[in-house]
């Protein structure tokens, strides 16, 4: 789906958000309901992952909003501040100082989108009405320290060495992401060739794929702010959905992970599909999250 397909049915408005002087963030905002969504991706990704979900929520009356997280997309990518409590701030500066959105939101997140949507929910605790979080380790539990481990997690330790990634995928990003992609997923019609265009022209820019690194380089310091988060304010209160796909590493271990840091999770596992629930099978992601939203 182009994203010219994409607004035949709905109106896709494009913007960018000065939050400091080293950050604009890109986002992409659709329909005018009372209700906001808040949509993060995950790596190596950017707010084109949400092309399915975006008009079904616009049309069950929802205000969504899908970002490009600091140093992704047409974001723009500073030097630091790639840890997630960070990059919370950045959505929240987004939301309130120049979206002016007043109300709780609704947070979904996917992978490293999983962990700034976590940081957000703790940090920023009455603009958060309901947390969605798919497949992916949240760092500080012990399911985390759990997956970090396991062999089918290998870009955990790849991505979290200094320079040589950068040096090893530079000029085959493309390629790099294509291995990426297809060595966790089960339908693999999901990702097309236009999505791979978009993705590897979004990672192969100046500074991206070092950028899409730092976020994995920020784990340990994310560790210890969520163990701080947790001693501090204790577990979210707030209803919490959990995902997992049904062949993915983390897909079994969603709900145990969610109960350390949640008191009202929910869980679900999406049929055919390994770690990109959303693209390899958006209508039963769909139906499961408009049911719990609702």
């Not at 079904?56 to 997280?69: E, S, T, W």
């Not at 109300?103 to 979904?108: D, E, G, K, R």
């Not at 976590?118 to 009405?129: G, K, L, T």
């Not at 947390?131 to 759990?146: H, N, W, Y």
């Amino acid at each position: 789906m182009r994203e010219k397909e994409l607004t035949r049915d709905i109106n896709l408005i494009h913007g960018m958000a000065v939050i400091n002087s080293t950050l604009r963030m890109h986002y992409v905002e659709a329909g005018d309901g009372e209700k906001v969504i808040v949509l993060i991706h995950g790596f190596p990704q950017t707010w084109w992952e949400w092309r399915f979900v975006i008009p079904v929520l616009v049309n069950h009356g929802f205000r969504v909003i899908a970002i490009d997280y600091r140093g992704t997309g047409d974001s723009w990518r500073p030097a630091d501040g790639y840890d997630k409590r960070t990059m919370a701030s950045d959505i929240y500066s987004l939301l309130t100082d120049h979206l002016k959105i007043q109300i709780p939101v609704v947070l979904i997140g996917h992978d490293i989108g999983l962990m700034i949507a976590y940081a957000y929910a703790q940090e920023y605790r009455r603009s958060v009405s309901q947390l969605v979080v798919i497949d992916a380790p949240l760092p500080g539990t012990e399911v985390f320290d759990k997956i970090r481990t396991d062999h089918r997690v290998w870009h955990f330790a790849f991505h979290n060495v200094r320079d040589l990634p950068e040096m090893l995928i530079s000029g085959r990003e493309r390629q790099y992401l294509q291995y990426f992609f297809n060595y966790r997923i089960y339908n693999t019609a999901a990702i097309t060739e236009i999505d791979m265009d978009i993705f590897s022209q979004a990672y192969s820019a100046a500074g991206a794929i070092k950028a899409g690194l730092e976020v994995y380089r920020a784990f340990d310091q994310d560790i210890l702010d969520n163990k701080e988060s947790m001693a501090k304010n204790g577990k979210l209160s707030i209803p919490v959905l959990a995902v997992g796909g049904e062949m993915s590493t983390s897909g079994p271990f969603m709900k145990e992970m969610m109960e350390e840091v949640a008191d009202n999770v929910v869980s679900i596992r999406v049929p055919k599909t390994a770690h990109w629930v959303v693209e390899e099978n958006p209508g039963a992601f769909i139906k499961s999250l408009l049911q719990f939203l609702n």
